[in-house]
């Protein structure tokens, strides 16, 4: 295909040392014992082949993220009034707004990775609301996607609409051939990011290469289950204590797997200030801690793990499908399974799920997944408009 | 041994509310805490080198039911500690003990696989006394125990239950720790520690699966690290920030930590968090000749006050 080139092993670090100059490159590398994405340094290495720990989703969505930074211009405590100085002068507070983005690409994410976009999109840049702040890290941003060429036995992007070779929300899927890398650009952005002479044309026989990786890729996945029905099942469970209960007990109700998930967008907002100055800060939060539904009153309506479990799980393959015209919002990467700490399995979770349903009601009608009319009404609990919208959202 | 100790369990479970141990996990190198509260689930226990989290850390969310919990030698001492503090009572629970020969860190298997095979990859495993195959697609790759094991057993003074209600097999020979780890560790410079430091701490995602894990740390829901009111800690994306919450986390274990690893083990970005704990509990031995987990009959030092401490000399210095 015409516009497709080729990146020899050699000059990868060359090329994305190039790109840096004028450009922030976030890179996968080891740390430790994690791959995490890093502004790229030659020094420090690339890793392209294990898959990362973490997900990307911070090259648009910050783990803390400066929304403004302010100062009161009142006196230090004790320093003399100036003459002349009217309460309201010193109560005034300066607002600065943060600097721009900088032009981004985030080179060798995971197909699943890019999930993290199909999620974020409609949240913050929704019909009725936008946020800059995304908006303009999400336009500033290109996509390499990097093809899997092992899977792990705890993927199942297959699952979930997803593929070891997604070019979704891609703008350049890039594969590693033998010698080289095959970087074929999916949108316009991702073409003109292609303009280097380190890149050469493709040689004609790459394409069938890649492709054959791919389909090596998706093979190994195995055969998905059936999913369908799953955001009734799970509003059927919603009341069902002793099904949250055994799905939990092992649960630590850390952050781990909510933090490390592409696809999860909680945030919660804090003013951090020293002396005078201060910034205000989006946070990423997750629905795993108490903290996250403690309410002003010092009521908690999810002060059990159980209740924060059913809400990641039926957030994801339930109550977001209904908002979102049937889209499921896991991507199926695993990370919340491979770095759980006490081996919670969303899988079996979900597989669970449809058995218990089933076993507690008829299987529902087949019906089209998106609009919310035409499914089955959901369990008495969820239906308030509070309760099915997350926070940001969801 | 797993026959007889399936025994203790079905033998114990009428009378509580269920068994807390180890199950299947989701993938061939990891089990699963499990709780067991039918005899017929008991056949899925699971226990050996695979036993890694330490099932204490659920004991607190248990009050008030009795419950019956299987541990290695390292989490009975989470146990006695947490009666010890008050967290646990006695009586409500029944604990099951055996001679633990050692866990396996996962970390350490993925070290033995190399940089092009992941943890991930592993298809099916057997573990034989002193070694471990895994296969890997069509291949096999077998490892010695010895360098799969957790690096805490390697130091286990405890390898049978400090306190049971039934111990199933023969007592296993301690092992004494001396710290060499840490005296390595600290032959570093103290500028060379905090490089090395902060270079950790700057990839911690601040998920505290750390604090979460551990056994005897009980606030969770009302840490410091993210109370709102007060405000007590940062919330940027800082290494200073995150340095701080592990100093406070390793200042409230000091002299309560058993040092079951788990806070390391539960990272999942791998920072070794457990060394702070460590350098605390070899000084509640030094300061306070006070070993945590070893006796429920004791107060942590910091929790009491004592006129004069055994090894502290107060006067005539
Ligand atoms: S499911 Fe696992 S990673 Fe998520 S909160 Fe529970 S223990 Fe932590
Ligand atoms: S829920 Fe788990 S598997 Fe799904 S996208 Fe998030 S981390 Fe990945
Ligand atoms: S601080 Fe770490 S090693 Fe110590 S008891 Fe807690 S989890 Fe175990
Ligand atoms: S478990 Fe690791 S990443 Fe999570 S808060 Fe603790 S040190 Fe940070």
């Known amino acids: ?394 | 041994m797993d026959d007889e100790l399936k025994g203790a369990i079905r033998k114990v479970l009428p009378d509580v509310d269920c068994v807390i141990g180890w199950g299947p996990g989701p993938d061939p190198l990891r089990s699963a805490p499990f709780f067991m509260r039918k005899p017929e689930e008991v056949d899925a226990f699971v226990v050996g080198p695979l036993a890694v989290n330490n099932p204490a850390v659920f004991l607190p969310e248990y009050k008030g039911k009795k419950v019956g919990i299987v541990v290695k030698g390292c989490d009975s001492r989470s146990v006695v500690q947490q009666i010890a503090e008050g967290l646990v009572k006695r009586e409500e629970v029944v604990i099951i003990g055996f001679p633990c020969s050692g866990v396996v860190d996962i970390q350490k298997i993925a070290a033995q696989l190399g940089q092009d095979i992941e943890p991930g990859m592993v298809t099916s495993l057997s573990i034989s006394s002193d070694k471990l195959t895994v296969n890997v697609k069509d291949t096999a790759k077998t490892m010695d125990m010895a360098d799969v094991r957790a690096d805490k057993c390697a130091s286990c003074q405890y390898p049978n239950a400090v306190v049971s209600d039934e111990f199933v097999g023969t007592p296993k020979e301690g092992k004494t720790d001396d710290y060499a780890d840490l005296a390595a560790f600290e032959e570093k410079s103290i500028d060379e520690r905090f490089a090395f430091w902060e270079q950790e701490m700057s990839r911690c995602i601040r998920c505290y699966a750390c604090r979460n894990a551990c056994p005897l740390c009980v606030c969770r829901d009302h840490c410091v690290a993210t109370s709102r009111e007060p405000h007590w800690l940062n919330q940027a994306d800082s290494t200073r920030e995150k340095l701080f919450f592990q100093l406070i986390h390793a200042t409230h274990l000091a002299g309560r930590c058993t040092g079951c690893g788990e806070c390391s083990r539960a990272c999942p970005v791998g920072i070794p968090v457990g060394l702070f704990k460590r350098t605390m509990t070899r000084a509640a031995a030094r300061l306070f000749d006070y070993q945590a987990g070893t006796n429920a009959e004791t107060v942590p030092p910091l929790q009491t006050f004592a006129t004069e401490e055994p090894t502290i000399k107060e006067r005539e210095w």
């Not at chain 1, 190039?18 to 490159?25: A, Q």
């Not at chain 1, 209904?322 to 006490?342: E, F």
Request: glycine residues 8%; proline residues 7%.
């Open chain 1, 1 to 394: 295909m015409p516009g497709n080139k080729f990146l020899a092993t050699a000059d990868v670090a060359a090329w994305l040392g190039e790109l840096s100059k004028t450009m922030r490159v976030f890179a996968p590398r080891n740390e430790g014992q994690a791959v995490v994405y890093r502004e790229f340094d030659a020094a420090k290495g690339l890793e392209l082949r294990r898959k990362p720990t973490e997900s990307a989703k911070h090259a648009l969505f910050p783990r803390s993220e400066e929304l403004l930074s302010f100062s009161y211009l009142r006196p230090a405590f004790g320093a003399p009034e100036k003459e002349g100085e009217t309460p309201s002068d010193v109560s005034q507070v300066q607002v600065k707004m943060p600097v721009e983005p900088m032009p981004t690409v985030v080179f060798g994410m995971l197909g699943c990775d890019a999930g993290s976009v199909t999620t974020f999109d409609p949240i913050y840049d929704g019909s009725k609301f936008k946020d800059v702040y995304y908006l303009k890290k999400r336009q500033a941003t290109v996509f390499i996607v990097r093809a899997c060429a092992e899977v792990l036995s705890t993927c199942f992007c297959n699952w979930v609409g997803g593929d070891p070779a997604n070019t979704k929300n891609a703008d350049v899927l890039a594969t590693e051939l033998s010698d080289g890398w095959l970087l074929q650009p999916v949108t316009e952005r991702g073409e003109k990011a292609l303009t280097s002479p380190l890149l050469k044309d493709a040689p004609a026989a790459s394409e069938g290469q890649a492709t054959a990786i791919h389909d090596n890729a998706r093979k190994s996945l195995g055969d998905a289950p059936n999913l369908e029905g799953i955001d009734a099942a799970l509003f059927s469970l919603f009341a069902d204590n002793d099904f949250w209960q055994r799905q939990s007990a092992g649960c630590l109700a850390c952050g781990t797997c909510t933090y490390l998930c592409p696809t999860c967008h909680c945030f919660s907002i804090t003013d951090e200030t020293s002396a005078r100055n201060g910034v205000r800060l989006r946070s990423w939060d997750t629905c795993m801690a108490s903290l996250y539904t403690l309410e002003a009153s010092g009521h908690n309506p999810r002060s059990l793990k159980a209740a924060r479990l059913r809400n990641r799980v039926g957030h994801k393959f339930a109550y977001f499908l209904r908002n979102n015209d049937g889209q499921i919002s896991c991507c199926g990467c695993g990370r919340c399974i491979k770095s759980c700490p006490s081996s919670v399995d969303i899988r079996q979770i979900v597989k669970d799920a449809l058995v218990q349903a089933a076993s507690i009601a008829p299987p529902p009608p087949p019906q089209p997944v998106a609009p919310a009319a035409a499914s089955p009404k959901p369990a008495a609990p969820v239906k308030g408009k509070g309760r099915t919208k997350e926070k940001a959202n969801g």
